[in-house]
Nanobody, 123 residues
Framework: ELQLVESGGGLVQPGGSLRLSCAAS????????MSWLRQAPGKGVEWVSG???????YYADSVKGRFTISRDNAKNTLYLQLNSLKTEDTATYFC?????????????????WGQGTQVTVSA
């Protein structure tokens, strides 16, 4: 059974940094495309970043140059480094397993996400 567990969220001031982690189990992590999604209060789900099995990375324009996605296949763990945080980055962040053959920015089915970790950027 697929399991994704995010951690690392918290309260940070504008300009600050956080590192999110996502521990994966129940599938062959090293073979799949993984994404980070986020959902701000009262808004829809937004695709943030993705990484394929060989480490090629993709970013939404809103986070490009500030966020860095990475993976450690030996640890079955996905990461998202968040730098230069802005108040508009406040959201619940989810990691997700992406099905084969879909576009990079596809939002996967809810069953393939973790439970999320809250990031709040506030002075």
């Amino acid at each position: 059974e697929l399991q994704l567990v995010e951690s690392g969220g918290g309260l940070v001031q504008p300009g600050g940094s956080l590192r999110l982690s996502c521990a994966a189990s129940g599938f062959t992590f090293s073979n799949v495309f993984m994404s980070w999604l986020r959902q701000a209060p009262g808004k829809g789900v937004e695709w943030v970043s993705g990484i394929n099995a060989v480490g090629t990375t993709y970013y939404a324009d809103s986070v490009k140059g500030r966020f860095t996605i990475s993976r450690d296949n030996a640890k079955n763990t996905l990461y998202l480094q968040l730098n230069s945080l802005k108040t508009e980055d406040t959201a619940t962040y989810f990691c997700a397993k992406v099905p084969d053959g879909v576009a990079v920015y596809t939002i996967p089915p809810r069953r393939d996400w973790g439970q999320g970790t809250q990031v709040t950027v506030s002075a």
